[in-house]
Nanobody
Framework: QVQVVESGGGLVQAGGSLRLSCAAS????????MGWYLQAPGKQRDMVAD???????NYADSVKGRFTISRDNAKNTVYLQMNNLKPEDTGVYYC??????????????WGQGTQVTVSS
């Protein structure tokens, strides 16, 4: 079983910065993918940024140039540095982790989410 835990959310004024962290733990043999998703109020959950085991990254157009995703493979942890935050960045940020357990078996796990609120 794999657990995913996010941290680092909070309340910030527009133009400010936050850094989110997500740690995966458990019987992980290979962590192939980690990504951050935003569920804004009344909207579906959408990908914000993701990174694979080789370090290749993808970003939603709305955050390019403002957000940076990075990972520490030794710690099974991914970070999301969010700069120049805007009110439309408000919502719950979820972390998703995918890979192989020591079973081996494939897994895909979500964290419980962390709230980010950007005031104007």
């Amino acid at each position: 079983q794999v657990q995913v835990v996010e941290s680092g959310g909070g309340l910030v004024q527009a133009g400010g910065s936050l850094r989110l962290s997500c740690a995966a733990s458990g019987s992980i043999m290979r962590l192939s993918y980690m990504g951050w998703y935003l569920q804004a109020p009344g909207k579906q959950r959408d990908m914000v940024a993701d990174i694979n085991i080789g370090g290749m990254t993808n970003y939603a157009d709305s955050v390019k140039g403002r957000f940076t995703i990075s990972r520490d493979n030794a710690k099974n942890t991914v970070y999301l540095q969010m700069n120049n935050l805007k009110p439309e960045d408000t919502g719950v940020y979820y972390c998703n982790a995918r890979g192989l357990t020591t079973g081996p078996a494939g897994f895909g796990s979500w964290g419980q989410g962390t709230q980010v609120t950007v005031s104007s």
